[in-house]
């Protein structure tokens, strides 16, 4: 088998499984997010366990259910009956993974867990087993086999485990009302947080770099205005200086051959009518949207009067490190 096909195969496998683990979820799922969001809302904390390639992927959720307003911890099962179960207090919820469900360092775990009031929610591949049995709510990510030839490195039960860490993350933070902009405020230094935390006045370009004529100048005079603003985009405004247009560089070259006057024709016969805009209040983070659902690489920005006040290039978003 080529390596081509070998990764392909894996592909299946695993997409095979999650959809069987998705015909697995029910009522247990809603539970478990109940008891998820009522552990939060009464201040208190989600505390991840796993051992091996559980622990890893526990890790990942934890960080996943944080950055979404889910206050979670990862404990090591080890280091837990050394002293670690400090960060557990009562009210917490043990969130714990273990694909067999049978693993000794988790097991040992779980009665000094059970002397503090907490509950506890298992994601497991076997519904039956011990670490089922202590659980308040166990979910099953069973999987026919592993992506593994041999069927024995995780794979696919992993790959399982992660997105039902990730169905939960996502369902507790529909349910809990959490808004883009409070994920903005866990991301303040990366592009998602730039984005969602700047406004398209903060980095659209004004002043000279902003090209604004009247609907009555030459395409001449149009070319020099864009060229003056190293601007592929001219805002077109009536006499009372609201938005009325746009000219670009594509109208200039889709005219070219039709008119070999065009120089010297006005903007209004050739401008593009009621061009696509945004306020100039609204977030960074709608602009990138504008620029990836519409085929355009110059978004106007108008304030409450519908006046032109700004311009932004989809080139300088790359600069401005918000995508």
């Known amino acids: ?40 809302g009464r201040r208190g904390k989600i505390i991840v366990v796993g051992i091996g390639k559980s622990g890893n992927i526990g890790r ?17 099962s080890v280091d837990a009956l050394h002293g670690d179960l400090g960060i557990v207090n009562d009210g917490d919820l043990i969130l714990a993974l273990s694909y067999s469900g049978e693993s000794e360092e988790l097991l040992n775990l779980m ?12 994601i497991t591949g076997m519904i039956k087993s011990s670490l089922a049995r202590f659980s308040d709510v166990s979910l099953s990510v069973k999987v026919a086999r592993e992506a593994c030839p041999f069927n024995l490195a995780p794979t696919s ?10 169905a939960l993350a996502m369902a507790v933070l529909q349910a809990r009302g959490f808004k883009e902009q409070d994920f903005a405020r866990r991301h303040p230094a990366g592009a998602i947080g730039r ?28 070319i020099l205005l864009m060229t003056r603003a190293k601007s592929g985009s001219l805002s077109v405004v009536n006499p009372r200086g609201k938005l009325v247009g746009v000219f670009t560089d594509g109208d200039l070259r889709r005219n070219m051959a039709l008119d070999g006057d065009l120089l010297s024709q006005t903007l209004k016969r050739f401008m593009t009518r009621n061009p696509i805009c945004i306020g100039e209040e609204a977030l960074a983070a709608e602009a990138l949207k504008i620029f990836d659902q519409r085929n ?4 106007i920005v108008v304030n409450a009067k519908h006046e032109p006040v700004g311009l932004i290039d989809s080139q300088d978003l790359p600069k401005l490190k918000i995508m």
């Open 111 to 122: 009665p000094a867990l059970k002397r503090f009031s907490v509950k506890i929610i298992s």
């Open 60 to 76: 990942k959720i934890a960080a996943t259910l944080t950055s979404t307003g889910s206050t979670s911890v990862v404990l090591n």
């Open 296 to 299: 355009i690489d110059d978004l």
């Open 1 to 40: 088998m080529s390596h081509l096909a070998r990764a392909r195969e894996v592909f299946d496998v695993e997409l095979a499984a999650l959809k069987g683990v998705r015909a697995q979820l029910d009522e247990s799922f809603d539970r478990a997010v109940e008891l998820v969001v009522d552990t939060l």
């Open 157 to 166: 039960s992993t790959t399982a485990t992660l997105v039902m860490g990730d």
């Open 195 to 222: 984005a969602m935390l700047l406004k398209v006045g903060n980095i659209m370009r004004t002043g000279a770099r902003n090209a604004i004529a009247r609907e009555t100048i030459t395409i001449k005079e149009a």
